[in-house]
Each structure stands twice: as C-alpha cells, then as structure tokens.
C-alpha cells in the first residue's frame, strides 16, 4: 500500500507571500488532518477534511485555509506569511467510515519544511 | 484549551538502563496515544489506550492510561540506541481522532 506522501519536502519563502503544500493519502483513506509542528515543539491541530469539506478546526487564523479533492488528496493554502509560520507541516490520513464518528488511527507523512524569512 | 505537559523534556541515558516519560493534563481524552518521530520523518503510532488504568506492552515498552483518563506513562525496560527519538503523547476527545491534542515532546537519547 502507499503511504501518506508530502510535497515539496522544503520551501522557502517570504515574509507577505503565499503557499501552497500538498498531501496524498494512503490508499484506502478518506479523511485527511493538517497539522502544524514548530522546533522543538509537539504537532499542533491545524484542520481536518472529510468529504471535501473542513471537518474540525484549531487555533489557526483564515488565512490557513484547506482543499480536499475527489480522490481525497489534500491542499493546505496559507495566506501573507508570517515568520512565525516558519514549521513542519505534517499532513495524515485515516479513513472514517459513513455515518461513524470513528477514525481509523492517523498515518502520517514526512512532511513540508517550510522557512520564512 | 486542552493541552499536554511531558516530562522530562530530555533525556539521555546508557544502553541497557530503565526510563519513564510521562504525559499530563487536568482535561479527560477519551483515548491517548503515544508516538514516536525519528529526524525527517512523521510521527509514527505507537499504541493508543482508551480505557482508564490500561496497561498495554509492546516488546519493551510499556504504556498506562490514568485511571481518570487524564494522564499516560511509558515505560521502556533495558533502553537500546534504536529507541533513541522524539516521543509525543496525544489526547483524542472524541474516539474519531477528529483533532489530537499533542504534548510537548520527550526527546529521548540512548547512549551506545
């Protein structure tokens, strides 16, 4: 089977710019989470996308703003980059079955370091 | 705000020796789970407890769920450089993992 896959595995941008970082989920799964990991710290919830729609949210201002497509792949868009946005982004995927509110446990990805400057 | 404490923070210790993290927080998870992250990588599960006062072993590794599903413990038996990395606990509030609070990391470091 094929895992979850991140990309790029590095960005560098600047301070006022956009990005986007993209995720595949592993086959089979149908929910795809976001989260955001500064230096030395734990991942923090970012978003969670079920069925093409945002299905729970943190502590993240708009400009974190997500997509999740058709065959479950994931965008994580965010908006005038601020240097505290420097981090790993982790994006992971779990299938939740219909009508359920039970995830399967996350499998993650490696990750997009994303630098801002 | 749910949030996560884990200590100690870092640890480092020979080959061979016994170690305990634990991971703290005044808000009841239903479930917790614990994970461990290698350098360049994602986090990857280790086991997840739902059950108050759960013990569940893996190899060398033992996990404990608090009896007031507020706390976690793991425990490692004769360390190897192998389990040399970032530990991280984390609290599901709803068995749908829909948002996992994570704590703060024990980066942990076995000496050869």
């Known amino acids: 089977e094929t895992g979850v896959t991140q990309s790029p595995t590095h960005l560098i941008k600047t301070r006022g710019q956009q990005v986007t970082l993209r995720c595949s989920s592993q086959s089979g799964h149908n929910t795809v989470s976001w989260y955001q990991q500064a230096l030395g710290q734990g991942p923090q919830f970012i978003f969670q996308?079920?069925?093409?729609?945002?299905?729970g949210r943190g502590n993240f201002p708009p400009r974190f703003s997500g997509l999740q497509f058709p065959n479950y792949s994931s965008e994580l868009n965010v908006n005038a980059l601020e240097l505290d946005d420097s981090a790993l982004y982790l994006c992971?995927?779990?299938?939740?079955?219909?009508?359920?509110?039970?995830?399967?446990?996350?499998?993650f990805g490696n990750g997009t370091r994303l630098t801002v400057t | 705000t749910q949030l996560l404490e884990q200590s100690p923070q870092f640890l480092s210790i020979q080959e061979g020796e016994n170690l305990t993290v634990y991971c703290n927080s005044s808000?009841?998870?239903?479930?917790l789970q614990w994970y461990r992250q290698e350098p360049g990588e994602g986090p990857v599960l280790l086991v997840t407890?739902?059950?108050?006062?759960e013990v569940k072993k893996l190899k060398r590794l033992t996990f404990q769920f608090g009896d007031a599903r507020k706390d976690s413990s793991l425990h490692i038996t004769a360390a190897q450089p192998g389990d040399t990395g970032l530990y991280l606990c984390a609290g599901g509030s709803n068995f749908g993992n829909e948002k996992l609070t994570f704590g703060t990391g024990t980066r942990l470091t076995i000496i050869p």
């Open positions: 407890v739902v059950t108050g006062g």
């Open positions: 992971a995927s779990s299938h939740r079955e219909p009508r359920s509110s039970y995830n399967s446990p996350l499998h």
């Open positions: 996308y079920y069925r093409e729609e945002e299905n």
């Open positions: 808000s009841v998870f239903s479930s």
